[in-house]
């Protein structure tokens, strides 16, 4: 589903091999932001704890160890307890960390919770899913965004999109066709919230992040 980085990358990262860290930091420095960009919805404080994450992930490294969890899960577990620790100096840890449905059922970080853990792995898959819809065509997108984050009927999406309510099932169906992925997963990224431009987070995360840690 996503990419991650091979074990030969890692293990020189490990090493502090500075071409390795590089590497590590362009494939997922865009995936913790918009992670941290979910949790606060300011771009700042994104960038702010996305430097942190990485600042301590390479304090960390030669202790990280691959018990089969990707380097991502790792990283995002970071940013998670970087997103906590932040919410308590505002008093706000709460409202952040369920804030947007992000860790809905996570009423507290520590390093041993393995709800943390679902709580990430939710987010990521809510995340790809998200970037996949971004990818469809116009019509393809209104039409999963009216029926799965807004709940409409498919007679109410006729009238919105001006189609036949038979032309709105078929139209669907050819979105989730291009997805390739189960019903319940869209419904879970309607739970999840809508996508809020992640590519362009993303790309904006790496630039900000690079001029704080570079």
Request: contains cysteine.
């Amino acid at each position: 589903m996503r990419t991650e980085a091979d074990a030969a990358l890692v293990e020189r990262a490990v090493h502090h091999d500075t071409a390795a860290l590089s590497a590590i930091f362009d494939l997922y420095a865009g995936r913790v932001y918009a992670f941290c960009l979910t949790a606060t919805r300011q771009h700042e404080d994104a960038e702010d704890l996305t430097a942190l994450t990485f600042e301590q992930a390479l304090r960390a490294i030669d202790r990280y160890c691959d018990r089969g969890v990707p380097l991502s899960a790792w990283l995002l577990r970071i940013a998670a307890n970087a997103i906590a620790e932040r919410g308590r100096h505002l008093k706000l840890e709460h409202a952040i960390l369920v804030n947007n449905g992000m860790l809905r059922g996570y009423s507290g970080v520590g390093h041993e919770d393995a709800g943390l853990d679902v709580c990430i792995e939710r987010w990521e898959r809510a995340n790809w899913l998200q970037q996949q819809v971004a990818a469809l065509a116009e019509d393809q997108r209104t039409v999963v965004r009216l029926r799965y984050w807004d709940d409409l009927s498919f007679a109410e999406i006729a009238v919105r999109m001006r189609r036949s309510e038979a032309a709105s099932k078929k139209l669907l169906y050819r979105a989730i066709d291009t997805l390739r992925v189960p019903l319940t997963s869209l419904e879970e990224l309607g739970d999840n919230g809508e996508s809020r431009g992640l590519g362009d987070a993303r790309s904006r995360g790496q630039r900000g992040v690079g001029a704080r840690i570079g």
